[in-house]
């Protein structure tokens, strides 16, 4: 790309757009620049567009003046970003004044939402006007974008979980500043726009999912019905190596049914961290933390080794006969327990409410910890998994509402991992040894995504305001990463600097990718680098050898 | 495109293929122009490809000699254009010799197959090595291609329905000559090919889907294991006007999941062509046919005027609460018949068996008429829906193997409904007037695709051997498509005569596929025509008045 004229891209916005939806100053940048990652990227401006038509006309002028923009819809990429995009300098294109719920079809059981629309505003809007049916929620908080999420297949706990799977009809604004519909959508007065998502003819929306190929404007998302019933369960597994049977026992309930929404199994420290910080005191500063020190830990909050929850709905009758194949299939493993509406007002869960049902003060201590998932497995937004984030931090941070104003330091590495228990071992086996050895203890979740899939999310967390942390930190990301793909478990989504470690030479795949984004953005405006690999005048060398990947980029 | 040297092409393809698998006699030629449509188009050669690297020669060389090619599984698309390709001349890529089955995974419940592989095939090797986990089988026939229906979006009847969604990991030969693989396939030994649809970055499996932009060489099918309990059920509706709540009530079901596979909902005429032919001698030949006669053929086959069926599946809990809230939900509205294998062996349906447990006279009929359903809501393929094609002929043919032997004309039109009552309602007053006046029974079908769709299927049948009644079929159908786009309920697919009137000017989604088309096949040799507009000097111009359909390509 030719050296792009910001000075007279951003003249030629303040032409189109009103005055405070342009911001090139100083603090405003900085702002931007702030993430959990060890190193974050510096835009040179912010745009506010408010419409899919000012959108356009943005996109069209960054061609003339080729401005490099990168959109987002919340900027909470939490651990994977945030609003930062892969180069230095590009144009942030914030949509988060495009916050309309523009459709709530309460007979069909749809929204069609912008991308500003948070988690929380929608389900306020449903608790509203539409009571009987569910968002899905992701742990990304109440204020993270539902749409900006969906299109990195963020998932969420529900049986609607898997987002591309209940995205129903997008507007696209294209690189050259035309907009289209997908699906049925460019058929005129269609019906099935948001009911049907492949319309007739080639499906073009997997394009505009991880990608940089448009920008999203518009989503269809499809809402579940509240179920007749729902229960939460919990199991504690104490032995370590009980988690091959639990996780195969899990996926035969999975496929055959009785299990329908996300099931997380997650180990002792993944629990804990929820909870409380890194034991400084007790562990004197030692990682992995010494084992008796986490035997303490798991004795304080009554939980396992490892540790499943999930819910189960239905009607009534599902409900009842899942139960019971749920305690024969852990029969041996660890005991079920299980919590719903009728015998635990959420409100009253830690009002010691679980005390008048007989259930001890570990118990209730278990479930305390599990807490935050209860909300989630019914649709309900939450920070509390955000608290996890402070694991690290030698003292708490003030404020908890806004993670990147505090110093936590955060790095998902999420392999998508067949959902067989060998599987689950074989990858805890690559990543606990290469965390141990950075200094970092492993926190670890398993989440089954669909019949046959989980999501392996394993969290670096660390004090951004160690430098020696943060580049122990990005060592470990790269080296887990890098094993984690030789070894055939490649991710489900990654960070904006992690991005080039996907792309390889010689990749068939990767060429037709370069061709998509040269057919469509021959320009390369759009967030250049963030999932297909940039054009330029020497084809792109991977080299793992290539240096720290602050600058990778 | 300039003028292809066929002859020239051939000879370099006589090169690199084996003897027997270049075919450009006349015979053959007239074989695969065979089409219940009005008109075929007649191909200028047939190739049979063994591997995907021949298929990757065999387009290299096509693009060499800029020659068309049209790829098809087994060519049984029927109903929608079987083998023809949408122009005159072209190459046809037949895939059928391609029939291995390459993977079987019983833990993860998945195949690997290649577009030869038939329904027949899958059935008989999955009965053998994988008896715990069922195929899903569409009504296309034992002999049609499982690849070749899924990539049309074909649907089959078990909860596994919408093949869109069972299908995880396929290879494509591009236009270019190369093959990728999508999803996790392109990262070296990735573990989570066929479990996990999406990889990591932009998704473009929906690229390959009714399309000319790839041939599909192998796919990746997920595979439903056998549930622990299975119902039939069926629910005659007398009156025609309980179809609107019949449909809302059934989407309510869906929705909730005590529904879980595809409904049908179909008309009077629909199930009783699948037991006879149009009575030519009650009717006087008349259509529509007149009141009495249709009333008569109501009570012959014991059918009402709307006729549910579908299945119930689950664990032995799931299926018994299900039944109850079934009955519920169609109390005032018809009486639903369960029948199970317990009560049923599927053999003796026709012996009588049904005598033996008190079933009446007519009921057996009905259940009988209803049968073909039975077997496919268990993925079991059978050829008894063909038989229905024979409806308008002036008598039955002599051999039910090969329909297109036999004078069998048909033509699908198949609009995707949202499931409300009222839709469907809109949609039959729509479709009804048009195929009374151009003298064909409104033989009628809504299946709910998924919780929120349904797809209805209209079939004209008619005598091939009748020019008078071909050119009826052609009017009507284009009279009803037309109308079905204007009021909104644009079709799920399209037979390749009728791809041209999807196509309007000025549309931006259309101008997006082209530039995809552009990119990856810029010598437009693979199938032109098929979805995705041609290019030409001229823009494409659609107009409805333009002639007859015979002759618009």
Known sequence: MSTPDIEAFLRAMREVLPDDAVCADATARDRYARTTQPAGTRPAAVLFPATTEEVAAIVRLANDHRVALYPISRGRNLGYG????PTEGAVILDLGRMNRILELDTRLGYVVIEPGVTQQQLFDHLRRHAPDYWMDATGAGPDASIVGNALERGFGH???????????????????GRAVLTGFGHHANARTVHVY????????????????LGIVTKLGLWLQPAPRAFTFFYVKVDRDAALEPVIDRLRALRMDGVLNSAVHVGNDLRIVSSQQQYPWEAADGRTPLPDPVRAALRARWGVGAWNVSGSLTGTRDQVRGARRMLKRA???????????????????????????????????RQLEALRPNYGLLKGIPTD???????????????????????????LWISPVVPATGEDARAVLD??????????????????????RAMIGIFNISFDKTLSEECAAAARCYHAVMDAL???????????????????????????????LKRALDPAGILAPGRYIPEES?????????????????
Not at 430 to 451: K, Y
Not at 537 to 553: D, K, W
Request: net charge negative; glycine share 10%.
């Open 330 to 364: 852990m029969r041996g493993l660890g005991r079920v327990v299980f919590v719903d509406d009728a015998r635990l007002a959420l409100g009253n869960w830690v009002a010691g409410a679980l005390g008048r049902f007989g259930l001890g003060a570990r118990l209730r």
């Open 384 to 410: 509390f998994p955000l608290q996890a984030l402070a694991w690290r931090l030698r003292k708490a941070p003030a404020q908890w509402d806004d993670p990147l104003a505090a110093a936590c330091g955060l």
């Open 537 to 553: 005048g020497a084809p792109i060398r991977h080299s793992r050898e290539s240096g720290n990947p602050e600058t990778q980029e």
């Open 197 to 212: 998502p492949y319309g007739v003819g080639p499906a073009v929306d997997g394009l505009f999912m991880q990608s940089n």
């Open 485 to 515: 793909l030789d070894a055939g478990y490649p991710p489900y989504r990654v960070a904006v600097h992690g991005m080039a470690r996907l792309w390889r030479d010689d990749d068939t795949f990767q060429d037709l990718l370069r061709d």
């Open 82 to 85: 945030d609003a930062c995009a």
């Open 158 to 176: 529900t049986p609607y979980g898997d987002h591309v799977r209940t995205t129903c009809g997008i507007e696209v604004v294209l690189p050259n």
């Open 430 to 451: 690559i990543v606990a040894p290469r965390f141990h050895e950075a200094g970092f203890d492993l926190l670890a979740t398993f989440t089954f995504i669909n019949e």
